[in-house]
């Protein structure tokens, strides 16, 4: 009986005071209060919840898998709205469809990223742009950005053919490169400020096999000189990623020491077909040994990313990704690691571990919000774009610790930004202002005018994308 009664008491509770929902993102320390979490079971109930919620004008945040560093999927606190806040999720729209004819598969916005890429797999197919990790969900990913390396590769985004989006008031549009090319360029990178995306069409290949190489190389202190043989390799190999120099806390001097090696991969194609093996080496997130030298073959998205079980390291930490023109990448990188050391007197804080330097390469782009975006490039420029990120990890899950890394990073954007023409990852920490962020996207005004079209009461918008995108029109209906 006693078994019974209380789901009942349960749902009459639920009925009663609704049922708040806490959001956090991979890493627990950005956070929300919403008043649910909503998960429509397809499109149509999508659309009628965006139809009943915009005569509310409730909050709506439309989430992927919270894998990011920032507040792009912050919901509008309860405690700070008389309007209902949602979380949204379209987990359940998990619809497929291949095409060989023009080689695209569509699919629904519940589709993860590595099961996407087993589906594709088992019909001899991949997708070789993405990026170190799969645990994404796909249109949460592609919204950001999200990109691996090569100059000759562009970022996920790059890939999108099509979508199917709602607006606020429950509208479908269909967007395809045939019919509103232009406008495509706008919903490719959209950071969830566009409406619910419910269905994407991506460009995919026969699947092919490539030779990972990883080597072990020499660090020094001499940063001018380390960068300048990292930008050569950049030369020999044009889908590279360097992970280094590799720095330990030293708690004693509270100084970072730097490790004496630390290595490169890049990619290649091969006519191998042999035993497939990168996925028994997933050293590059953190688990086992990654400084030697080794080489193996794979499935191109296997060999480029991690699946989930690849993904080791799970400790607070704090990063910047930049990308700024292929050009400034030795100047920068060696002003980048000095600027960091002028830093480190002032990082107090217990629980330092490792601070990590990654290097990658990115082919620029046309979508309105790319950090790749070539509008402001000049003629002189190669069109390719160096990413230069750094991580501070620690030993222990420690807050004192996160935010002073984490406001120490935030240094770097206003020192560089203007020397470089330096974007940021928008799901990594982007402290930019709305001033610098139209100078380094030339398509913002385009962005925010389909935004008010797609969304004119807010109802997509968060405190962040006020801030960076400049949405003046919506900071004072996010805390009616
Ligand atoms: C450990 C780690 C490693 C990473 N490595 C890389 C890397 O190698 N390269 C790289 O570029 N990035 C990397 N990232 C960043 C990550 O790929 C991006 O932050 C990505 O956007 C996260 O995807 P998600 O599904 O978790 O999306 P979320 O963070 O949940 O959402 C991202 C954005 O997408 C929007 N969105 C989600 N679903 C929809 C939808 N259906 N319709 C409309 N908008 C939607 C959200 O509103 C939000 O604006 C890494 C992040 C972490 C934590």
């Known amino acids: 009986m006693v078994g019974l009664k209380l789901p009942l008491l349960l749902v009459l509770l639920h009925a009663v005071f609704g049922s708040a929902y806490r959001w956090f993102n991979w890493q627990f320390e950005v956070t929300c209060e919403s008043d649910a979490y909503i998960a429509p079971e397809d499109e149509s109930a999508a659309a009628s919840f965006l139809r009943d919620q915009y005569a509310r004008g409730s909050l709506i945040k439309v989430v992927g898998n919270g894998h990011g560093f920032g507040n792009l999927t912050t919901c509008v606190d309860t405690a700070r709205t008389k309007k209902p806040s949602y979380i949204v999720s379209l987990t359940n729209l998990k619809h497929l469809d291949i095409n060989r004819e023009d080689m695209t598969v569509t699919f629904g916005a519940g589709w993860d990223v590595y099961d996407l890429i087993q589906e594709l797999k088992a019909n001899g197919l991949s997708f070789n742009n993405l990026g170190v990790e799969q645990v994404q969900n796909f249109i949460g990913a592609v919204s950001t950005g999200t990109h691996g390396t090569g100059s000759l590769v562009g970022n996920m985004a790059t890939q ?5 989006v709602l607006d606020s008031q429950g509208s479908l549009r269909v967007i395809d490169q045939t019919t509103n090319a232009e406008e495509l360029k706008a919903f490719r990178i959209s950071l969830g400020a566009l409406g619910l995306i419910t269905e994407m069409t991506i460009k995919v290949h026969p699947t092919y096999l490539v030779k990972k190489t990883t080597r072990v190389l020499n660090a020094t202190t001499d940063y001018a000189q380390m960068y300048k043989e990292i930008a050569q390799l950049y030369k020999e190999h044009d889908r590279m990623t360097v992970w280094g120099p590799h720095f330990d806390w030293d708690s004693k001097a509270q100084d970072w020491a730097i490790e004496p090696t630390y290595f490169a991969s890049w990619w290649e194609p091969t006519n191998y077909t042999g035993v497939r093996n990168c996925t028994l080496n997933y050293c590059a997130n953190g688990c086992g040994d990654c400084k030697k030298n080794y080489i193996c073959y794979d499935e191109v998205s296997d060999a480029v990313s991690c699946g989930p079980e690849g993904v080791c390291t799970h400790q607070f930490y704090a990063e910047i990704e930049h990308f700024f023109p292929a050009e400034y990448l030795l100047e920068a990188a060696t002003n980048y690691t000095l600027f960091q050391q002028s830093q480190t007197p002032r990082m107090k804080a217990p629980y330092n571990e490792q601070m990590v330097f990654q290097f990658r390469m990115l082919k620029g782009d046309d979508a309105y919000l790319s950090p790749v975006n070539t509008y402001n490039l000049g003629p002189e420029s190669s069109g390719v774009f160096a990413v ?3 991580d501070w990890m620690q030993e222990y899950n420690n807050f004192t610790t996160l935010w002073q890394n984490q406001e120490l990073a935030e240094e770097f954007l206003p020192r560089f930004g203007e020397a470089y023409n330096v974007r940021s ?3 990594k920490m982007s402290p930019a ?15 925010l005018a389909i935004q008010e079209r797609q969304d004119p009461k807010c109802q997509f918008v968060n405190d962040f994308l006020v801030q960076q995108l400049g949405i003046t029109r919506c900071s004072d209906y996010l805390s009616m």
């Open 425 to 427: 990852h928008w799901n």
């Open 433 to 447: 202002n709305s001033t610098y962020i139209l100078e380094k996207f030339p398509k913002l005004p385009e962005f």
């Open 388 to 390: 230069l990120e750094i």
């Open 160 to 164: 999108v053919v099509g979508l199917r």
